[in-house]
């Protein structure tokens, strides 16, 4: 079974492992989740369940969600998204706890979005070199050569300049589950994830993982 669940990063700490070896850890609120609705074949052309995580009050739903979950006689959830798995053997209002899914030694991808850092020259963005930083250079921290002045008289498409950073998807592969927290919900994973303390994470079984 694809495993899957959605989580909250807490923030980064260290860990002791069996022989005293420091290991640097994020620590991922995950779950628990509930089952919000189960997508077949025969409805949708795919095998696909969709989970609900962290309640919000009514209030701030909209209409069309309000709608959805009184339907569903779920209590409302602020993050909602869809897994794709092999077999649909969930039922909606289930509850999916965070040792149904993972165990300490489990290779897990997560997904998130990167921090935001605002517009930023190509040094930053890119990690270009530095022009000459004397006085006269006159030409510290610029993007480079811009090509011909005639031909083709234009820049092309795709050339490295200033511009907005951050703010990405990104899936960061092959992480280690070093510990499973199931009284409080907590997974500590080996190194680090997407992300400022709070992010959305998305946590699925490595498809890279070594057998």
Not at 32 to 46: A, E, F, L, S
């Amino acid at each position: 079974m694809k495993k899957f669940m959605m989580g909250k990063k807490v923030g980064m700490t260290q860990v002791f492992d069996e022989n005293d070896l420091c290991i640097p850890v994020t620590v991922i609120e995950a779950g628990p989740c509930t089952v919000i609705q189960m997508k077949t074949v025969d409805n949708d052309g795919y095998v696909a369940v969709k989970i609900g995580f962290s309640g919000i009050i009514e209030k701030k739903l909209n209409k069309p969600d309000k709608g959805i979950f009184s339907k569903l006689k779920v209590s409302p959830k602020k993050y909602v998204r869809e897994f794709r798995i092999d077999e649909g053997n969930f039922e909606v209002g289930q509850e999916i706890k965070i040792t149904d899914m993972f165990q300490a030694g489990d290779k897990i991808d997560v997904t998130g979005i990167s921090k935001g850092k605002g517009f930023q020259g190509t040094i930053k963005r890119y990690g270009q070199k530095g022009g000459p930083e004397s006085h006269g250079s006159m030409y510290h921290r610029r993007p480079g050569s811009m090509g011909s002045n005639t031909s083709p008289a234009r820049v092309f498409k795709g050339k490295k300049l200033p511009g907005h950073m951050g703010v990405d998807k990104i899936t960061i592969q092959n992480l280690d589950v070093i510990k499973v927290d199931a009284e409080r919900n907590l997974l500590l994973v080996r190194g680090a994830v997407p992300g400022p303390k709070g992010n959305l994470l998305a946590i699925k079984n490595s498809v890279k993982a070594k057998k």
